[in-house]
């Protein structure tokens, strides 16, 4: 076997990850703490950068995503494989294990399966996604994450309960991808789905996500990984053209009050009248949210901003006690996120929707599902 991690659980245990590309991966590296932090690239210099970032900081964790699950759908018999130079290769185990092993020897915190996108279980027996588990229970290594990419829907029904089980089954810890064409948790049950997937499964890590690494953590992840840009922050399902460069995307950058990504030209409609709000992170050290144009170097700077506030964010999080405690932490959040809609909608004399994720949120938490073990019916303890 491999020489295994000390602990990938309490590596990853309340770790927030931020997922980048490759080159942007030394804008952002500064302002990632080593204790409670990390990256995860993306990107085909992702390994070597990887390396590099590994040699200079050791102690910075570091994880590669071949994005795997945006070239090729999962099938029962080639549930793993790789983009490479001379095309696709389908991975059998012996080939995932030396795929495990080269992210190794290019440094990673911990190795990541390049699983391919498992799409919505339309045969109703979850055979795509038990052979995913059934391959990965096979290797014999404590280094690994799974990952799995998934379509929004096994967050709902029958679905969710065969994702649970599998889960549970999985010797190494996992990390979801929630696949939708849009956010997936505009999608209806889906909130709630994935908070009882948290509360159940407590080796789930959430990955490429946006805010929603907070609810999951809330209720029980294990940690997360949250997309530095748009298109990392939810699964997208493989098309021909992915990864390939799309239009420019517009600046976008967190509003920390109001649990929100916005997009700078929004704010400034918002604040066209009054004194905009401003920032007191240390790459903004006083300064309107409004600053930020369309170049290259405000599209960076927001970026460092957006990183500095999901860890202040975190900071907090990070000092609640895992149950209650932080369950709490959360709903106050969402509570001061309502008020600070309110506030900015009197400040500003704007007709401001408070988003539907966030109402989602803000609603009571459902029960874990009861484990195999557990006799139907029987009471379910926990934080309501
Ligand atoms: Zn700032």
């Excluded at 038990?130 to 391959?135: F, R, S």
Aim: aromatic share 6%.
């Amino acid at each position: 076997m491999r020489n295994g991690i000390e602990g990938i659980d309490e590596l990853l245990r309340d770790r927030l990850l931020i997922m980048a590309n490759d080159r942007s991966a030394n804008d952002v590296l500064s302002h990632v703490p080593l204790r409670t932090g990390g990256l995860v690239l993306t990107g085909a210099d992702a390994p070597a950068r990887c390396r590099e970032i590994r040699n200079a900081q050791p102690g910075m964790v570091v994880a590669v995503d071949y994005g795997s699950h945006t070239r090729e759908i999962a099938s029962v018999d080639a549930p793993f494989g790789l983009a490479t130079s001379h095309g696709w290769r389908a991975l059998g185990l012996a080939d995932l294990n030396e795929i495990l092993d080269g992210q190794r020897d290019n440094k990673v915190s911990f190795a990541v399966t390049p699983t391919c996108f498992i799409p919505p279980d339309e045969t109703g027996d979850a055979s795509v996604f038990k052979a995913v588990i059934g391959q990965t229970n096979q290797l014999d290594r404590e280094d690994t994450i799974v990952l799995l990419p998934c379509s929004y829907r096994w967050l709902r029904g029958v679905s969710l309960h065969h994702l649970v089980k599998g889960i549970r089954a999985c010797r190494h810890p996992v990390a979801l991808i929630m696949q939708a064409d849009e956010d997936p948790l505009k999608r209806s049950h889906v909130p709630e789905g994935l908070r009882q997937l948290c509360r159940s499964c407590p080796r789930l890590v959430l990955w490429r996500t946006d805010l929603a690494a907070f609810d999951a953590m809330a209720h029980g992840a294990l940690g997360a990984a949250v997309g530095a840009s748009a298109v990392l922050r939810f699964g997208v399902a493989p098309r021909p053209d992915n990864g390939g460069g799309g239009r420019k995307p517009y600046t976008v950058v967190l509003v920390r009050r109001l649990l929100r990504y916005l997009r700078v030209a929004t704010l400034q409609d918002w604040f066209a009248h009054v004194d905009p709000w401003t920032c007191g992170c240390a790459v903004c050290d006083g300064a309107p949210l409004t600053r930020f144009i369309d170049s290259d170097i405000d599209v960076c700077a927001a970026l460092q901003h957006t990183v500095r506030e999901l860890y202040a964010l975190h900071y907090e999080l990070d000092a609640t006690l895992p149950g209650h405690e932080r369950i709490d932490w959360w709903r106050q959040k969402l509570v001061d996120s309502w008020e600070h809609h309110r506030l900015l909608a009197s400040q500003t004399d704007t007709e401001l929707e408070f988003p539907k994720v966030l109402q989602a949120w803000r609603r009571q938490s459902p029960l874990p599902l009861p484990s195999a073990e557990q006799p139907r019916g029987q009471d379910q303890s926990g934080p309501s």
